[in-house]
């Protein structure tokens, strides 16, 4: 079975402090791990991807198979980056259901 | 079409009535797939269609729930005799056979009274 733990419910960040938004996934095979955000009155879109290794919007993340881990960080919090984070698992290489996190809202303040 | 289409956008109906909930999926995207968004609850997968394939229904709550998807676009989730705890957002998204390019719905927002 896989499944995907985000411990926070409620993450609350002053501006320009530094963000760590937890997850921790189970699966016994070889997963795909995304991070999915929800602005406020918005859709559900694609964050990052670990195989893409790339930075978006100051996002990063990385794939700690040791841990199981694949927290979103970023250096700096904006007051743009309050919204909803999903993270999402899902078997590598071919279109599969996503199992998602409960997810964890990030509300940053001045 | 540019992105997922799904309608209607709210649907207030009444408990013991069926709905039907539409997704048009992006043109191209071979696979498909249900989600509900309850409050606290994040997202619960439903179902999911892949080209010709077997649909994978194995996140259906109980047999009040169906799904098909005609000609391999668009999709119907049909709940039957619906309960008050039913009411959520029904999310739909469709992605390439890779599995890139998953892209969401705006999703129905149904209330059952």
């Known amino acids: 079975a896989q499944r995907v733990t985000q411990p926070e419910k409620l993450l609350s960040v002053f501006k320009g402090a530094p963000v760590e938004l937890k997850c921790n996934y189970s699966y016994s095979g070889s997963p795909e791990l995304f991070w999915y955000v929800q602005y406020s009155r918005q859709r559900l879109q694609l964050l990052l991807r670990?195989?893409s290794r790339e930075s978006i919007k100051g996002f990063t993340a990385d794939l700690n198979k040791g841990e199981t881990s694949f927290h979103l960080k970023k250096p700096f919090a904006q007051e743009e980056d309050s919204a909803m984070y999903y993270c999402a698992l899902s078997r590598t290489g071919t279109a599969s259901k996503l199992t998602f996190g409960t997810g964890t809202r990030l509300q940053v303040t001045l | 079409g540019a992105g997922v289409s799904q309608s209607p956008s709210n649907k207030v109906t009444e408990k013991g009535k069926d709905v039907e909930l539409r997704c048009d999926p992006i043109s191209g995207h071979t696979a498909l797939y249900w989600y509900r968004q309850s409050l606290g609850q994040g997202l619960e997968f439903l179902i999911y269609f892949q080209g010709n394939s077997a649909p994978d229904k194995s996140g259906l709550p109980s047999d009040r729930f169906s799904a098909e998807r005609t000609g391999g676009s668009v999709s119907t989730l049909t709940i039957q005799r619906t309960q008050q705890e039913d009411s959520a957002v029904y999310l739909c998204a469709s992605s390439f056979v890779t599995g890139d390019g998953y892209t969401f719905g705006s999703g129905t927002r149904l209330t059952v009274v």
């Open positions: 670990h195989i």
